[in-house]
């Protein structure tokens, strides 16, 4: 593959569905080719290879981070990429935020590695953490703030004021209202209407959302 002069080299980990999409979406970005051209996957999987548009390059709990490269975290769960990420941190790898699907918005402040799919929305002075995903056609009120590796999917509303912990998986069609708290490691259920504060670690399903426990 030839490189422009002076290019990071953007690796994208995870060569999955996920993966390929989202080397889809950074295909159309305007700093591809400018400040950045991707050139590889890795994945510890090894027979995704045959199926990517570009090589897979190594496994990234191995992989030796290099000064002229970065990194992108294509994985929708946030264990997966708390271990994943972990590896390269350790080396001090810079890890991209990729806002190709995120509306301009005022005041809104993020950490390292976060990523927006398409059509995303964003109120003003809403604080994300480290490596938060937001996935296509989802909606984020004013001044919520959004913890360290929380995955929020496609066709979710939180409310105005909210405050989400991290490691939080909220699935499609999800329904935050504003103000509430969702706490750490929390998971709410596709469709869940949320109107009241979640503890750590459960899982909510329902309107409205209530704990659900496993037998």
């Known amino acids: 593959m030839d490189m422009k002069p002076g290019l990071k080299e953007a690796l994208i ?19 591809n080719g400018v400040d950045w051209q991707v050139v590889g996957f890795l994945d510890n999987r090894v027979e995704l290879a045959a199926g ?4 897979v ?3 990234p709990l191995t992989w030796r ?21 972990a590896p390269l941190l350790a080396q001090g790898a810079t890890f991209m935020t990729l806002r190709t699907g995120l509306h301009k918005a ?4 993020m950490g390292v590695g976060c990523l927006f799919e398409p059509e995303v929305r964003m109120g003003v002075d809403t604080r994300l953490g480290d490596f938060v995903l937001v996935q296509s056609t989802s909606v984020i009120g004013y001044e919520v703030n959004i913890g ?4 929020i999917g496609t066709f979710v509303f939180v409310g105005g004021g909210a405050q989400i912990g991290s490691d939080v998986m909220i699935h499609p069609h999800a329904t935050i209202l504003p103000r509430v708290k969702v706490g750490d490691g929390a998971i709410i259920g596709a469709g869940a209407v949320v109107m009241a504060d979640v503890p750590p670690g459960v899982t909510m399903i329902g309107n409205p959302a209530k704990i659900f426990r496993f037998k």
């Open 13 to 31: 980990i995870s060569a999955g569905g996920f993966g390929r999409s989202v080397y889809n979406m950074m295909l159309s970005d305007v700093a």
């Open 52 to 55: 990517t548009p570009l090589p």
């Open 57 to 59: 390059l190594g496994n």
């Open 65 to 85: 981070a290099k000064g002229h490269e970065e990194f992108l975290c294509a994985l929708g769960e946030p264990a997966q990429r708390r271990r994943f990420a």
């Open 106 to 109: 005022i005041g809104v402040q």
């Open 148 to 151: 360290d590796y929380t995955t």
